[in-house]
């Protein structure tokens, strides 16, 4: 019962849902789009819908049970004493570290990009990206053999007659740790914005009589620092979200907010506290990304 | 294989064991107040009656635990398995509520055993999941430490829920370089004289130690219980533990912190488990551990059985096994803890010179008398009163201590 077409070839099932497709194009779209934004909505949003009810949620002194009433004791109980000093100091690292890598992370990547010969380029570019291929934990225990007492840092202070820094498990160690950790993810988009300048600015530029510093203030500078923003979201949200270094680096006042979060689920079992306090970072991170936004940090992609 | 298992215990540990304690804790409260007929008057285990088996039947070929890392290792698990035809599958959470999470609905028909700490255990069997156990089929069960037969952990009104498997003190690690003799009094970690030099762990159920000192030390309080505070006793405790953050150089999560800690010299005292002293002495560092006068907190680890058990018989041939000496013995230098069966004591020092004694396997029973096994802080307090501070309000109360 195969109907022929114009073109003389018989309409299977196939050519007849494609053909229906081709000239529904909002069909097309809706089939194309379902499957990543159901898990978007299912995975990511019903996630953070969960969260938001749990946190308005308490828990039973008594039984340790979840009580299922309405409740903002817990995003009240965020602001005080305690937590907002944990919160600062978490805000503080993250925005010193992010500092720190863009610091770092300028004259790198402007390296990279406009004195290296592509041979070194491509080994520059291998360094950047190699920590990445090792754990984690690997290079931050690493940091913890350099750091302490006894460790590679203070041999080496020693043996050159400058004493003990002493520096491990301290907020100090933690900073380094930190930017050490996070370095690549400010030096490739600061790469990608450096070379996306043209020569031409440059030569233009000297050609109106700029010398090289005043090039630099004025021509690459501002035209990498959309990259220098976009790095910044990505050291600012992994510090501020970290809670594996304050455990191990840290010292005696190095708990952040990821820290308070997992010891009220893994100890206390109060889930509505940890709910609310992880949506500490999460505002803060959407006045950041506003920021950002405003800053041009977008277009860098 | 075995420095990977062991390091486990100071991750998970940390915090399993705290689990284990704080469940230890709930269960042990509502067991006193269960017998004393108090706050919680009448509240009797739902599988109270549940009928014990009278004799060990023939196996069911296997077996499924649910067991601390470093709990169910092939050199005792093989042997068993050859000589019972039970072969063992076992599952390694985390934490205690991961235990109790698992054992939900009786053990839902799939597992037979937990070997739940403190913390656990009273939540188990008030919730209905573990079954009374008949401690006469355990013939090694009587050669344990008159304090592990019954203790109230696992013990309600005579029944038995468990049969208990190995504890530890939470000691008191000094530098012998600084201390020319063991220091006897817990002081010296609230001492300005260390300043800087201290670590403890990173642990709410820390502040029991704090309150068993205060207990000693200002006894106008009147803490009885390390475990059960009312407000006034927590906050003294609280006001104690944050004039020591000042001194502390860091707040350990894992035992390899302390170990690095000791053996660099960034500490000289802190609070420990035995693991770290034996580990630092035998890499040959001037340590030394103590239970000062005040006494210690501890944890204790019991083997319990699943309601719904489906292979009892396999079931209680394990509880059996890890009860004789030799596995008790092999079980305690396995993983650093102390063997409830007094008898592991001369195999421990076959296995390893000055084993036992390392371990405190021989140690007198008034040396248990001194140590107060983590327990949950409840609300309900053992006087039948509900005004103690919940372990919630310890987390905060932690939280806020450390800051």
Redesign the interface.
């Known amino acids: 019962m195969a109907v022929t077409s114009a073109l003389g070839r018989s309409e299977t099932g196939t050519t007849r849902v494609s053909a229906a497709l081709w000239r529904r194009g909002w069909a097309r779209a809706v089939l194309t789009l379902s499957p990543p934004l159901l898990w978007f909505l299912v995975v990511y949003f019903a996630s953070l819908v969960a969260m938001l009810i749990t946190a308005l949620w308490s ?1 039973n ?2 039984t ?1 049970n979840l009580v299922h009433s309405w409740t903002f004791s817990n995003f009240r109980e965020i602001f005080t ?3 907002l ?2 919160i600062g100091r978490t805000l503080g690292m993250a925005a010193i570290v992010t500092v720190t890598d863009a610091v770092l992370a300028l004259p790198f990547a402007y390296f990279m990009t406009r004195v290296a010969s592509p041979r070194t380029r491509k080994l520059l570019f291998t360094l950047v990206v190699l920590p990445l291929w090792a754990s984690y934990l690997a290079r931050v225990y690493a940091w ?1 053999v350099i750091l ?4 590679t840092l203070n041999w080496t202070f020693q043996h050159l007659g400058l004493g003990s820094p ?1 520096i ?2 301290s907020n100090v160690a933690m900073w380094i740790v930190f930017s050490y950790i996070w370095l690549p993810f400010m030096i490739l988009p600061v790469y990608g914005a450096l070379e996306r300048i043209p020569d031409s600015y440059i030569e233009a530029s000297g050609d109106l009589g700029a010398r090289n510093l005043r090039t630099l203030f004025r021509v690459v500078l501002p035209l990498a620092f959309p990259g220098v923003v976009a790095g910044s979201i990505f050291t600012f949200s992994l510090t501020l979200g970290d809670f594996i270094t304050p ?2 680096i ?4 190095s ?1 952040f907010i990821g820290n ?1 979060i997992y ?2 689920i ?5 889930l509505p506290f940890a709910a609310a306090l992880a949506f500490v970072p999460i505002v803060i991170m959407i006045i950041y990304l506003t920021i950002a936004r405003f800053l041009g940090a977008f277009e860098a992609f | 294989m075995k420095s990977r298992r062991r390091l486990w215990r100071p991750a998970s540990a940390g915090v399993a064991v705290i689990g284990v304690l704080l469940i230890a804790a709930y269960g042990s409260t509502v067991t006193a107040a269960a017998t004393k007929g108090h706050a919680s008057g009448g509240l009797v285990p739902p599988t109270a009656h549940y009928p014990v088996q009278k004799s060990i039947g023939k196996g069911e070929g296997k077996l499924n635990l649910i067991a601390w890392a470093g709990y169910a290792q092939p050199e005792w698990v093989k042997p068993f398995e050859k000589a019972t035809g039970c072969q063992v599958n076992a599952v390694y959470p985390n934490t205690s509520s991961d235990m109790v999470s698992l054992m939900a609905n009786g053990g839902g028909g799939q597992y037979d055993l937990v070997s739940a700490s403190g913390d656990a255990d009273l939540r188990l069997i008030y919730g209905g999941d573990v079954r009374p156990v008949n401690v006469g089929l355990i013939p090694d069960w009587k050669n344990f430490h008159a304090w592990l037969q019954s203790p109230g952990f696992n013990t309600i009104n005579g029944v038995h829920y468990g049969v208990s498997l190995q504890f530890g003190p939470n000691v008191l690690l000094y530098s012998t370089k600084t201390f020319k003799t063991a220091p006897t009094s817990w002081s010296v970690i609230y001492s300005k004289k260390y300043a800087g030099k201290i670590t403890v762990p990173n642990n709410p159920i820390q502040i029991a130690d704090g309150a068993l000192y205060l207990s000693k030390t200002n006894p106008s309080l009147g803490i009885t219980d390390p475990y059960e505070l009312t407000q006034k006793q927590f906050n003294a405790t609280v006001a104690l533990l944050k004039s020591e953050h000042p001194l502390i150089k860091k707040y350990w999560d894992l035992a390899s912190q302390e170990i690095s800690l000791f053996s660099s010299g960034a500490a000289v005292v802190g609070a420990a488990w035995p693991y770290q002293t034996n580990t630092l002495q035998a890499s040959g560092y001037k340590v030394a551990e103590t239970i000062p006068k005040e006494g210690a907190t501890g944890w204790a680890d019991t083997w319990m059985m699943a309601t719904k058990a489906p292979h009892p018989n396999c079931a209680y041939m394990w509880i059996k096994w890890v009860s004789t000496p030799k596995v008790q013995a092999e079980q305690a230098l396995s993983f650093g803890e102390t063997p409830a069966n007094k008898l592991a004591c001369p195999i421990m020092n076959q296995l390893q010179k000055g084993g036992c004694a390392a371990y405190h396997a021989n140690a007198a029973e008034s040396y248990f008398a001194t140590l107060k096994f983590w327990k949950t802080p409840l609300a309900t307090c053992d006087n039948g009163k509900n005004d103690c501070v919940p372990f919630q309000d310890w987390v905060t109360a932690w939280t806020q201590i450390t800051g």
């Open positions: 828990v002194p008594f340790n004493g305690t937590y000093t944990i913890i302490q007492n006894g460790g002493n491990g498990y455990l191990l840290g010292g005696s006042s708990n308070v010891s009220n893994g100890l206390a079992n109060n």
